[in-house]
């Protein structure tokens, strides 16, 4: 069956179509001084160098 059909093309019945799932926002933490994403357990940013630290972070929502 092709994704979004509303019916079987074998015999024409209506398929039930799931309903959707809202997506879950993982908490990314992002760089104070550049705003990139951080990597989990990352002791420096990979785009600019500056040390993370838990004061210096923040999440984006």
């Known amino acids: ?3 979004g059909s509303k ?8 398929l039930e179509v799931p ?3 809202p997506e ?5 933490k992002v760089c104070k001084t550049c705003g ?4 989990e357990g990352a ?7 500056t ?3 838990d ?3 923040t999440e984006e929502n």
């Open 7 to 14: 019916f079987c093309i074998y015999c024409g019945a209506a």
């Open 19 to 21: 309903a959707e799932q």
């Open 51 to 53: 040390k993370i630290e």
């Open 55 to 57: 004061d210096k972070t």
């Open 36 to 39: 990139k994403p951080l990597e």
């Open 24 to 28: 879950e926002k993982a908490e990314v």
């Open 1 to 3: 069956m092709n994704p």
């Open 43 to 49: 002791v420096f940013c990979t785009n600019c160098g």
